[in-house]
């Protein structure tokens, strides 16, 4: 691509970013703000020149609101690079992977990333259905490689589940966690891999029942999400906060979640099905649960 600037040779740490969808976005973004120097990497210019605006404008915000130092934020806001040449990971000291839930395009990904990266760089993928050891064949050093997995919008959300295959080196897992820590989120290992980790596994299981208990006519929407604020504290029900994932999204961790384990729990139910079946993704296209149809 020519129009974006060429990456300058890197003074602070440095990261690559490789996919610029909601998530790969925002993780740049946050390590722009705590001094890394950021190459973020998406084969579509579209998606590389909306994760940059979106970013821009909602750290912008912060500033407006006297929440962030102007020149903290135009410094940051500097730092990141954009490009469509995978060569632009070479350098950097941390690579994420951050592309679709897909495993063919997650291992021509790999494939590419291997070919330009650096021997010592490590690898995370921010995968929340795939665990690393169902991706390693395609990674060279599958020492080097392992989840990092973010939440969901990754400039606030401060989790970071760090979970280490069996192929994963002890210095791999060490380097994840100081790397999570140093862009300001909160680390947790996980000894080894389970589907869903830790807290898709408790809240995408919740959402299924919150869905089972309005399909059974027991609740309606707004008031099931009333009640699991209310008693449960969540800042967001559980349907507002499938429309902010995106229904497809929570469908497709559902689907692979029966896939891999077998356990009906995971099985998406009906009312969901039909809400993606008639292009109700959320909030980002066509409404959901709790946002108008577009
Ligand atoms: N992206 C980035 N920033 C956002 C945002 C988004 N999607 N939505 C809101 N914000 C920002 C606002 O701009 C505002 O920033 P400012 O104060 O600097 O202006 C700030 O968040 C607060 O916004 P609001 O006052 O409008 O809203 P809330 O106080 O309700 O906070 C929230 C928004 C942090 C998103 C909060 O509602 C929340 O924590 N929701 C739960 C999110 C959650 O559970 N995420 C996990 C999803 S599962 C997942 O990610 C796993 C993956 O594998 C699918």
Known sequence: MSDWPEAEPATDPTLAVVGAGAMGGQIAYQAALHGYAVRLISRSDDRLRSASTSCASLLRRRVEKGKLDGDTCETALARVTL??????????ATIIESVAEDRAIKREVYARICEHADDTA?????????ASSLLEQSVTRSERFLNVHFFNPALLMTLVEVVPGPHTAEDTILRAMDFARAIGKTPVRLAREEYGFIANRILFIAIQEAMRLVEGGYISVEECDLAVRNALGWPMGPFELSDLVGLDVVEAILDE????????????VG??????ARGRLGNKSG????TATA
């Open 122 to 130: 490590i690898i995370g993928t921010n995968s929340s259905t795939l």
């Open 83 to 92: 490009s469509s040449d995978f060569g632009a990971v070479a350098g950097a």
């Open 257 to 268: 979640g029966f896939r891999q384990t077998g356990d009906e729990r995971w099985e998406p």
């Open 287 to 290: 409404g959901g649960f709790t």
């Open 271 to 276: 009312m969901l099905r039909d809400l993606v």
